[in-house]
């Protein structure tokens, strides 16, 4: 029985620059990248190529010596240009010239019977082996999961409710033969459910019809999309427990691998945000170099361009490299500069959430905005206003946490919900916040003290 699940508490920011659903004409791509730092809780990764090496799509590259079992593996096809490090030799970005045709590396391939009488450890094994695997995240932390562990349930969001966001059934469209093939799999690994959540303002989704699962249908303001609350709202997390979760596209590239025997690591990515000139989607690979969807396609030169949504995402240069998990590609104004007034100004113009003097946008619930990166203040003291529990669907108190976090209080955190949320699921809060704290990154903090404590 599925569920319909209406959340009230949260906050739409309606943004100028939503990608048109059609496919753009683009210079081909010519390098890609892997960057260590998209695998969250990767602290010792280990290069097994040297600069001048070739590699197939699929051929290891990378591994974490914490998880020497996982391997990260190219994206494309191509020669290792350069192994980019910085400070104290961190290791930053793996860079690939690619091939003008991609290569790829040849694994075994499963039929549907194949799938359903392969044991679960030769199931792990394929998948760690071949550069999936780090498209399953675990809760608590959000980190890379463990394959030693076997988690309660599987969880997969399959709509995106963050400012500009990709439309799934556009991105996975005629993929639902791999995504069903992909879930085959995954139910192997748990013996607990794996659970859809899908949009219940739009029922129309190919995912519905997928066999195999407990789907859910979640509607309300942003942040209905995020797994995290999906999974607080059907089954949450309680200490000592895990819980896997999933991107569709991870699901679906799983399911390309056990089909056809190949790393498919092609995507389509949405190009965002009101600096965009030509909103649409893009045909690439994961880790691709944005500047083929930037130069000359921004309104002009001053812009920030952010791999991802501009509540979560990464700032990156105009020739940076698209995040590992990354759908969308953002652009908007670059807020470098002092505004008089600043939200005592009376306009119309500005987004907020907060019914301020000056600041009328709740006039105006519909309205998209062309919005900056200006944070137009400075961090100071909490003020205790109750509005992160208005933008929060999820039985937690997030002040209090926060505070908890703050105060390195391991036992405070532990009951006020820690092992439930990561970045994303009170990044609203950052957005909200009068007080201008990092809540993403404080977030973090309490994260890793939990985790490593």
Known sequence: MSKQIKLKKGFDIRLVGKAENKIGDFQPVKTFAIKPTDFIGMRRPKVIVKEGDTVKAGSPILFDKKLEKVQYVAPVSGEIVEIKRGEKRKLLEIKILADSEINFENFEKFTEADIAAASREKLVDHMT???????????????????????????????DTHPLAPDYDFL??????????????????TKGGVFLGLSGESKSSEMANIQGVETNYFSGPHPAGNVGVQIHHIAPINKGETIWTLNPYGVVQIGKLFTNGHYDASKLIALTGSEIKTPVYAQTYIGSCVDSYVAGNTNSDNVRVVSGNVLTGEKIKRDGYLGFYDHQLTAIPE???????????????????????????????????????????????????????????????????????????????????????????????????????????????????????
């Open 335 to 453: 807020g470098d500069y002092y505004e008089f007034l600043g939200w005592m100004k009376p306009t119309t113009e500005k987004l907020s959430y907060h019914k301020a003097l000056g600041l009328l946008s709740f006039l105006y619930p519909k309205k998209e905005y062309a919005l900056d990166s200006n944070v137009r203040g400075e961090e100071r003291a909490f003020v205790q206003t109750g509005v992160f529990e208005s933008v929060t669907p999820m039985d937690i108190y997030p002040v209090y946490l926060l505070k908890a976090i703050m105060a390195e209080d391991f036992d405070e955190m532990e009951e006020l919900g820690i092992y439930e949320v990561i970045e994303e699921d009170l990044a609203l809060c950052e957005f909200v916040d009068v007080s201008k704290h990092p809540v993403q990154e404080i977030v973090r903090k309490g994260i890793e003290l939990i985790q490593f404590s």
């Open 129 to 159: 082996a071949t550069g999936v695997w780090p498209q399953i995240i675990q809760r608590p932390y959000g980190v890379v999961a463990d394959p030693e562990d076997e988690p309660k349930n599987i969880f997969i969001s399959c709509f």
């Open 172 to 189: 996975l469209k005629g993929q639902a033969n791999y995504f069903q093939a992909g879930i085959n799999v995954l139910k192997k690994l």
